[in-house]
C-alpha cells in the first residue's frame, strides 16, 4: 500500500473523529472583538498541538496571546502553517438556524462561527498531521504552526511579533489561513494580498449639538468638515488625491495580465450576487475588470456617522461627524506612507480639524506564481480536485503575510476547505465535509512532497 | 378699580388654579412623532376651550387634528392665538429629574414635558381670557384659537387648512406660539421666522454590502456618491450651490441693520455655550454676525448615516448611505424652488442616483417692525416687565407663519413665557412661574387694548 494510500485510509476512517475535535474548538468562543474566550481559546489551542507531540508555547503579544508549536520531521526543510484562533462577532444572532457557538451538522456540512475561519482549518492541517503519523511514524519534514489571535482585529501585533522571533519562526515555505475552491470546483492558489490602512477620521466643532436654526448659520458644522475633507481624499474619477500615492505601485506584470486573462468572467456574477447596476470607471467585465478588482489601491468609505439619523426630520447641526475608511494598498505601498501622506494632505487643504486615529495596517505582499513551492502545492491537487489549481495573481483582501514574505523571505501558498457558500464573518458560517477532507488530504501530499 | 388692577388681582389670586389646568394638560402625553395621546389631547385641548364658553371645533388635517375655538367680544376686531398641543418626544428619559408626564412644582418652577412648549402658553393665554370675562363679563373683542397638533413634526398639514379655512380663521391680528426674555428679563418681539425646506438624500448602490477588498475596487459606493452630491452643494466658502438660489433672497433693510444693531453682543456667550472655537466666513461678532445669523440663506447637514458605525474596524463597502439636509430660508424663498432646483441640480451633476425625500417645509415670512399691532404688543409690556421689548427682525428658526402673514394677511407678534433656561425640545423642560403670570397679565392688556 502506497503512503498517499495509507493515508487516505487513515483519512477516511478519522473522519468523524476530527470533525468531533473540530466542534469542541468551535464551542469554545474566541471573539476578538468582544474579548470573549480568548485565553481559554488558546489554551485549547496550545492543548491541540501538544496531544500531537508538538513542543508548544503560548506567546504574549500585547494582545491576544500567540501559539507557537513545533515538531521535527524527517528532512531537513521546516513547514510553517499561519492560522488564527480568533474568530469574527456572531452578530446578528437572529439570522442563525442554529446557535454560532453550538457547532451543528447536517447535509454534510458543519455549521458554526469560525468553523471555516478559521478553525476548520487548523484543525483539518492537523488532521493530515495525524495522517503522516500514523501512516509514516514521523512527520515527513520540520512543521511549525503559528496560530495568532487577532486576525480579526488588523493583526495589530503580529508584524512586530514576527520580527521579534525570526529564529523561532525561521521556515523554508509557509501555508497561509484560507484557501478553497470556486463556484466550478476549482481550487484556488492565490499568490498574494492587497495591504491595507484603516483609519477613522472624526471631527468636533462644538461641545454639543445645537439647534440647526442658530448653528447652521454661524458655527462651522461637523458633518459638512468632514464630507469636504473626504471629497479631497477623491473625487467621482476614483483617483485618490494623497500626493505621491501611486508612486511607489508596481503595474501588473505581463505573466499577472496573463493569469488574469485565465480566471473567469466575473461582471454578471457580481451584478447579481450584489445587485449592482454597474462598475465604476466605465468598466464593463473581462479582464480589465479583473485587473482592477486586485491591482489598483482604492480608497474606500466603510462607514459614516454624524447627528440625528432616526426616522423623519431634526433640525439640528452635529456637533461631531466620523467616517471609517479603508485604503488598500498594493506593491509596493506601505500603510506608514499613507498615513504620513494622509496628514499632510488635509493639513495642506486646511483640515487640520480633522483628526486621524490609526485602526489597523498592512503592506502588501505577493509570492512569485513560479516559486517552486507554489508549483509543490499546485502539482499535488489535481489528484485530490479532479482539476489543476488556478492561479490568482492577488487577491482583493489584505492579511498579514507581509512579515512572513518580506522578513521571514518565505513563498506563501493559499489552500483551504472554503467554498463560494462558506458565509465566514457572516451567519451560517459552514464547511462542506466532502472539502474538509479534501483539504486534509492536499495538506498531507503537501507535506509528504515537501519533505523529499 | 381699574381694568388692569382688576384683572391682575383675579390672575394673582387664581394663579394655583391656572397651574393646576397647565399640570392636568401637561400629565395627557402628546408625542406627534410617536402618535402618542394625539386624539386625547385635542379632546382636551376642546375641553378647555368649551368651558370658556369658545364655540369649538375638532378638525381633520389629514394627519393630527386642528382645534379651533371662537368666542365673540365686545368690540368688531378678532384677534387670533396660534398655538399647539404636541411636544417633542421625552427621550432620553434618565436625564429627567422628575417624570416628563408628570409634571413636577420646585423652586417656583413647574417642569415637565411641554409645559414651555407649547401647552405653557395655551394655558397663560386662557388664563388671561379667565381675568377679563372676570373682571369686564365679556371679552373686549373676538378672540380665536388655532391649536394644532403637527407643530413639532414640520406642521405638514397647517399650510393646506389655512388655505382651506380662510373665512374660519378671518382675523385682524395674530400672536404666534412663542416668546419669552433673554439673559437680561428683557422681553423679545420676533417680527418674522425663516422658511425651511427639509430633505432626507439616499443613495443605494447595491442590494446588500460588500466586502471592501471586493466592492471598494470595482462597485460604486454608497457612501462616497453621497459626499460628492453633498460636496456639490456646498464647498468650504459656505456657498450655496444650487443655481439662482440666491434670486429671490431680500438682503436685510436699512431698519432691520439699525434693529440689529441694537441688540446684545452674542459672540462670547455662543463661544462658551456651545464650545464653538470660531464662526464660520471669518465672522467675530458684532452686528455682521447676527446679520449672518438670521438673514443669509443656509444648507445645513444634520445627520449622515452608512456603512458600520460601530467600533474599531470592519472593511464593509456600505449599500447605502443617506443624509438629512435642512435648508433655512429667508424672504422671498419657497421650499417648492429649493426642491425642484435640489433635482435638477443634482442631475445636472451626475446624481441621479441621489434620491430626494422631502421631509417638511414652510416658506419664510416676516411681519413690518413698525406694523400698528405690533406696537401695541409692545408698547403694553413695559408695565409687566419694567423695560420695552427689542424689537428683533428675524428668528433663524422657522415656523409656519407664512400662510398666517401671506394667506391671512396678518401681522403676527411673538410674546411668551420662555426665558434662556426653559430646556424646550429637551429633558427637564420647564417653566419659572413669574414669567407665565407675566405672560398672561400681557396677554390680558393685548386684548383690552386691541378691543379699544
Redesign the interface.
Known amino acids: 500500500m502506497s503512503s498517499y494510500a495509507e493515508i487516505d485510509a487513515y483519512l477516511d476512517s478519522h473522519l468523524d473523529d476530527s470533525i468531533a475535535e473540530l466542534s469542541r474548538f468551535v464551542a469554545q468562543p474566541s471573539v476578538g472583538?468582544q474579548n470573549l474566550g480568548m485565553q481559554e481559546c488558546a489554551a485549547l489551542t496550545a492543548e491541540m498541538l501538544r496531544k500531537r507531540g508538538f513542543a508548544t508555547e503560548v506567546l504574549p503579544t500585547g494582545g491576544a496571546p500567540v501559539v507557537f508549536g513545533e515538531r521535527k520531521g524527517k528532512g531537513g526543510k521546516t513547514l510553517l502553517f499561519y492560522c488564527h484562533y480568533d474568530v469574527q462577532p456572531p452578530e446578528p444572532l437572529e439570522l442563525w438556524e442554529t446557535p454560532p457557538f453550538e457547532p451543528s451538522l447536517r447535509d454534510g456540512k458543519l455549521y458554526g462561527r469560525g468553523v471555516s475561519d478559521d478553525k476548520g482549518h487548523l484543525t483539518a492541517r492537523l488532521f493530515a498531521v495525524d495522517a503522516l503519523l500514523a501512516a509514516l511514524g514521523e512527520l515527513p519534514c520540520n512543521v511549525k504552526f503559528i496560530v495568532e489571535g487577532e486576525e480579526e482585529?488588523?493583526s495589530v501585533h503580529l508584524h512586530d511579533f514576527v520580527l521579534n522571533n525570526l529564529e523561532r519562526l525561521k521556515a523554508d515555505a509557509c501555508i497561509w489561513e484560507f484557501g478553497g475552491v470556486d463556484h466550478e470546483e476549482t481550487p484556488l492558489e492565490y499568490l498574494g494580498l492587497?495591504g491595507?490602512c484603516?483609519v477613522?477620521l472624526s471631527v468636533e466643532?462644538?461641545?454639543?449639538d445645537?439647534?440647526?436654526?442658530?448653528?447652521?448659520?454661524?458655527?462651522?458644522?461637523a458633518?459638512?468638515r468632514?464630507?469636504?475633507a473626504?471629497?479631497s481624499l477623491?473625487?467621482?474619477d476614483e483617483r485618490i488625491r494623497l500626493p505621491g500615492h501611486y508612486d511607489k505601485v508596481r503595474p501588473p506584470s505581463a505573466r499577472d495580465v496573463e493569469l488574469m486573462d485565465l480566471l473567469p468572467e466575473t461582471a454578471e456574477v457580481?451584478k447579481q450576487q450584489?445587485?449592482?447596476?454597474?462598475?465604476?470607471k466605465g468598466?464593463t467585465g473581462g479582464a480589465a475588470?479583473r485587473v482592477?478588482?486586485?491591482f489598483?489601491p482604492?480608497?474606500?468609505?466603510?462607514?459614516?456617522?454624524?447627528?440625528?439619523?432616526g426616522?423623519?426630520?431634526?433640525?439640528?447641526?452635529?456637533?461631531k461627524?466620523s467616517?471609517?475608511v479603508?485604503f488598500?494598498l498594493v506593491p509596493d505601498q506601505e500603510p506608514a506612507d499613507v498615513l504620513r501622506a494622509l496628514r499632510a494632505h488635509l493639513d495642506a487643504q486646511?483640515f487640520t480639524d480633522v483628526k486621524i486615529e490609526f485602526?489597523?495596517g498592512e503592506a502588501p505582499a505577493r509570492t512569485d506564481p513560479d516559486d517552486p513551492f507554489i508549483k509543490l502545492v499546485c502539482d499535488t491537487a489535481p489528484e485530490i480536485y479532479g482539476k489543476p489549481m488556478k492561479l490568482i495573481p492577488m487577491?482583493?483582501?489584505?492579511g498579514p503575510n507581509s512579515p512572513f514574505v518580506h522578513e521571514l523571505g518565505l513563498p506563501v501558498a493559499t489552500a483551504g476547505l472554503g467554498y463560494p457558500d462558506s458565509r465566514g464573518?457572516a451567519p451560517n458560517e459552514n464547511i462542506r465535509l466532502d472539502l474538509y477532507l479534501k483539504h486534509a488530504r492536499h495538506m498531507a501530499r503537501v507535506l509528504l512532497e515537501f519533505g523529499k
Open positions: 472583538a482585529t488588523s492587497r491595507i484603516y477613522e466643532t462644538a461641545s454639543i445645537v439647534h440647526s436654526g442658530l448653528g447652521g448659520s454661524i458655527f462651522p458644522n458633518a459638512w468632514l464630507v469636504w473626504l471629497n477623491k473625487g467621482p457580481y450584489y445587485g449592482v447596476q454597474s462598475f465604476i468598466l475588470l482592477e478588482e486586485v489598483t482604492t480608497c474606500t468609505i466603510c462607514g459614516l456617522t454624524s447627528g440625528y439619523q426616522p423623519g426630520s431634526k433640525t439640528v447641526q452635529p456637533a461627524a467616517a471609517k479603508d488598500r486646511g485602526l489597523g487577491s482583493g483582501g489584505s464573518h
